[in-house]
Nanobody, 114 residues
Framework: VQLQASGGGLVQPGRSLRLSCAPSGSRIGFIAMGWYHQAPGKQRELVAA???????NYADSVKGRFTISRDNAKNTVYLQMNSLKPEDTDVYYC?????????WGQGTQVTVSS
């Protein structure tokens, strides 16, 4: 299963971005989908996750600013990123999990800078 992530880019502080991630060529059902970020030299950390029934979990640093959602019909997960800050700059990876496996997308760069 290959996950295709998109939507990253360069934005000014305070602006918004929307990330999307979907598997290519697969209709597999995922029990959970999420977004992680990783800065150079650091471990990959959870940004937000959502279960198949819509339960969500957020990192404290993004609560109130980011919203994760999923379209089960399209097998797609989204991350709406509002009020972006320079410290949100990172590579963002999507992850999708079944009971047996975890799958990762290729990463999309988000840069917040004036």
């Amino acid at each position: 299963v290959q996950l295709q992530a998109s939507g990253g880019g360069l934005v000014q502080p305070g602006r918004s971005l929307r990330l999307s991630c979907a598997p290519s060529g697969s209709r597999i059902g995922f029990i959970a989908m999420g977004w992680y970020h990783q800065a150079p030299g650091k471990q990959r950390e959870l940004v937000a996750a959502i279960s198949s029934v819509g339960s969500t979990n957020y990192a404290d640093s993004v609560k109130g600013r980011f919203t994760i959602s999923r379209d089960n019909a399209k097998n797609t997960v989204y991350l709406q990123m509002n009020s972006l800050k320079p410290e949100d700059t990172d590579v963002y990876y999507c992850k999708a999990s079944t009971f047996l496996n975890d799958y990762w997308g290729q990463g999309t760069q988000v840069t917040v800078s004036s």
